[in-house]
């Protein structure tokens, strides 16, 4: 993450982060040919083995990935426009509050898909290919959300573009 030193080029910065609605296919388990999960027991705990993450270049401009520290970055790029544009310091300081609090939800339901899948990879092992309504209407509904809050992440940024953008088209940059 490069400090902006001016607006135009803390707008530039912002613009090209990216939001990927995943589905936080990262918690999913690997499924083998035979469509079991695929686990190893430690002790007497069953660990299921997890899809990859997304490339490292892809998660350093995903907002909104539980998994890398572009959020953080994110807010650090707020802090920076707070300090670039004094006099509009609360603003960005309530769409930084924003975010923060979107992707604070998103960790915690991506914990909770991680769970979810555990229980539909268990379910899996134990059932001989049947289905279960519940766990799949529970995943879905977490993937409903998940793609709410990505929504969410998608309009603050798109809010804060667009402050921006008075920003600079009010002064003699």
């Known amino acids: 993450m490069q400090k902006s030193n001016t607006i135009p080029q ?5 613009e ?18 035979n469509r079991k999960p695929v686990y190893k027991r430690i002790d007497d705990a069953i660990v299921f083995d997890r899809v990859s993450l ?5 998660r350093k401009v995903r907002l909104g990935c ?3 520290i572009v959020n953080s970055n994110f807010s650090k790029i707020l802090e920076n426009a707070q300090l670039l544009i004094p006099k509009q310091s609360n603003e960005i300081l309530i769409f930084k509050n924003k975010f923060e609090a979107v992707i604070a ?27 279960n309504a519940q ?17 969410n992440i998608i309009s603050i940024k798109s809010d804060i573009e667009s402050f921006i953008s008075k920003v600079i088209n009010n002064s003699n940059l």
């Open 66 to 68: 539980a998994h890398s």
């Open 135 to 151: 766990l799949d209407l529970s995943m879905n509904v977490l993937k409903a959300e998940h793609n709410i809050l990505m929504d």
């Open 105 to 131: 939800k998103i960790y915690v339901l991506d914990h909770k898909k991680g769970q979810m899948e555990h229980e539909l990879a268990i379910f899996e092992m134990t059932s001989n290919g049947k289905s």
């Open 16 to 33: 090209d982060f990216q939001i990927v609605k995943c589905n936080m296919y990262h918690e999913s388990v690997v499924i083998d040919s």
């Open 54 to 58: 997304c490339d490292a270049n892809h």
């Open 10 to 14: 803390l707008l530039k910065t912002i």
